[in-house]
């Protein structure tokens, strides 16, 4: 899995990261097996797109799957203060946020 791209490696965890047609703005969409859904915006660079993609990997691995709490590696590319490593942050706040958009087609 060392040479994989962080791509191959989540599809073949069975998260789904499709590229979709819905302008330029919007690049890739994670989708667990819940239903729980991630959109990628592309205006993330490549590298950041790259560590989202990784931590989404950690997420969907974890026992936060389908919940609103995620673990950010590098706590300065999303702007937010962690408290251990670890913070719950509301779908709303997310939503403002122009380099992640949260969306739970269920709800």
């Given at each position: 899995?060392?040479?994989?791209?962080?791509?191959?490696?989540?599809?073949?965890?069975?998260?789904?990261?499709?590229?979709?047609?819905?302008?330029?703005?919007?690049?890739?969409?994670?989708?667990?097996?819940?239903?729980?859904?991630?959109?990628?915006?592309?205006?993330?660079?490549?590298?950041?797109?790259?560590?989202?993609?990784?931590?989404?990997?950690?997420?969907?691995?974890?026992?936060?799957?389908?919940?609103?709490?995620?673990?950010?590696?590098?706590?300065?590319?999303?702007?937010?203060?962690?408290?251990?490593?670890?913070?719950?942050?509301?779908?709303t706040f997310l939503n403002s946020l122009p380099m992640l958009t949260f969306r739970n087609d269920?709800?």
């Amino acid at each position: 899995m060392m040479n994989e791209s962080p791509y191959e490696t989540a599809r073949k965890l069975g998260i789904t990261i499709d590229y979709c047609l819905l302008g330029k703005r919007i690049v890739g969409i994670y989708a667990d097996l819940n239903g729980y859904q991630i959109v990628l915006n592309s205006m993330m660079d490549n590298d950041r797109q790259e560590d989202t993609v990784h931590l989404l990997i950690k997420h969907h691995n974890s026992d936060l799957r389908g919940v609103e709490k995620i673990v950010y590696r590098d706590k300065l590319a999303f702007g937010f203060n962690l408290l251990k490593g670890i913070d719950q942050i509301n779908k709303t706040f997310l939503n403002s946020l122009p380099m992640l958009t949260f969306r739970n087609d269920k709800a």
